[in-house]
């Protein structure tokens, strides 16, 4: 490893850590074929989301506070989550002494794919992947970290997965009716609106399913999640990956 390459942070969502921890170790071992010098820190925690959500934003002083001294000694700080890294560019209260370091994180956060291709320039993937991908782009990533374009922006279409994932041999990347439509997990939404957001998801699910997709990916497991129990109970063969599963099977 070469001593100046840039020390990563890898920060796992809790619902990565307790229900997907295949995900973080996959983000770990692409960063780490892709030359990055990557540390794990022990003592992270929830970065507060939840409790913002649901309108708890002033009790996440705590959290927010521990995350900035968790990760605040690294060059970056990259996450398979579009969702959580938002809340921390976005949403952390500001903590009182730490402006400096808040800041920093603020700038040097990335979502997996963003930071794949923003950070390391990374445009072309070199791989096999012989399936056919449905791609499904969460809220807080697409129109709130801009990782790709949303359909009523009449801007020039982009999308930072799709530019890893289909130069790989055999993927058979499918494009939607509804490129941008929300899932309706919406994280305490799916809690406090049960029935519209599981009709959402239906919705979501069957625009996948319509085009018979095979595997359904995103950079969301809270979403994937969402959708894999629809589909489990609709006795559905789809499966389920995350984007970092993909690259890294794909990538030897």
């Not at 990055?36 to 022990?42: A, D, H, I, M, R």
Request: net charge negative; charged share 20%.
């Amino acid at each position: 490893m070469n001593p100046s390459t840039p020390h990563i942070g890898l920060f796992i969502p809790c619902y990565v850590d307790q229900f997907y921890p295949n995900v973080a170790i996959a983000t770990l071992e692409l960063l780490e074929k892709l030359g990055c010098k990557v540390s794990y820190p022990l003592e992270q925690t929830c970065c507060g989301q939840p409790m913002a959500n649901a309108g708890y934003e002033r009790d996440t002083v705590g959290t927010s506070r521990h995350f900035l001294e968790v990760f605040g000694g690294f060059d970056y700080i990259v996450a398979p989550s579009g969702s959580c890294v938002l809340h921390v560019k976005e949403h952390f209260p500001p903590i009182p002494s730490m402006e400096k370091t808040q800041s920093e994180v603020h700038n040097r956060i990335f979502e997996l794919t963003e930071f794949v291709t923003d950070i390391l320039k990374i445009n072309r993937m070199e791989g096999t992947f012989p399936h056919r991908v449905g791609y499904h782009a969460s809220c807080h990533g697409q129109r709130g970290l801009r990782l790709a374009s949303s359909s009523e922006m009449h801007i020039s279409p982009f999308n930072k997965a799709k530019k890893l994932l289909e130069n790989l041999e055999g993927l058979e990347w499918v494009e939607l009716s509804r490129t941008d439509e929300c899932c309706g997990f919406g994280g305490t939404f799916s809690v406090t609106e049960e029935a519209l957001s599981i009709q959402m998801g239906k919705d979501r699910l069957e625009d996948h399913q319509e085009k018979q997709v095979e595997i359904l990916t995103g950079g969301d497991m809270s979403c994937i999640m969402h959708l894999q129990g629809i589909a489990s109970r609709q006795g559905s063969p789809m499966k389920f990956m995350h984007v970092a599963e993909i690259l890294n099977q794909a990538i030897q």
